[in-house]
């Protein structure tokens, strides 16, 4: 199985130091196993999700009351779309990368992640990383 983990956005609400991370993790195959799925997304913003999106729900969701009541329906549905994009990108990526690593019978494990946190303090956002153990 192959697993990569992606990206975020930063922005300074407030003053204070925040953090927005995207995490997308999409596996070679779907493993069939209840509550892991082909591929997910989600939007983390100082450690707690805010929205989530899977293989099998697909559908982009909010996990906040605040995400709920702040953004319109058009904001989920292009939402949607964009995810289920990034679902094919992942799964075409997935198979040239296990083409070319000669892996096509076989599952292996790769995660990626990267963040950044906003500083007020400074004029540009710091990296963040995020420890291989929390994928």
Not at 50 to 62: A, G, L, M
Not at 82 to 94: A, E, G, N, R, V
């Amino acid at each position: 199985m192959y697993i990569f983990g992606v990206y975020l956005l930063v922005l300074p609400v407030l003053g204070y130091r925040h953090s927005l991370t995207y995490i997308y993790t999409a596996l070679s195959k779907d493993p069939k196993i209840p509550g892991i799925h082909e591929f997910t997304a989600m939007g983390i913003l100082d450690s707690r999700v805010i929205h989530y999106f899977d293989s099998t729900t697909q559908v982009k969701t909010p996990r906040t009351d605040w995400m709920k009541e702040c953004l319109e329906p058009k904001y989920w549905d292009e939402g949607t779309r964009s995810l289920k994009d990034k679902q094919q990108w992942f799964k075409d990526y997935m198979d040239i990368l296990k083409e070319r690593m000669n892996q096509t019978n076989n599952e292996t494990t790769i995660g990626v992640s990267t963040g950044r946190i906003a500083d007020p303090t400074r004029s540009q956002s710091l990296p963040l990383h995020i420890p291989k153990q929390l994928l």
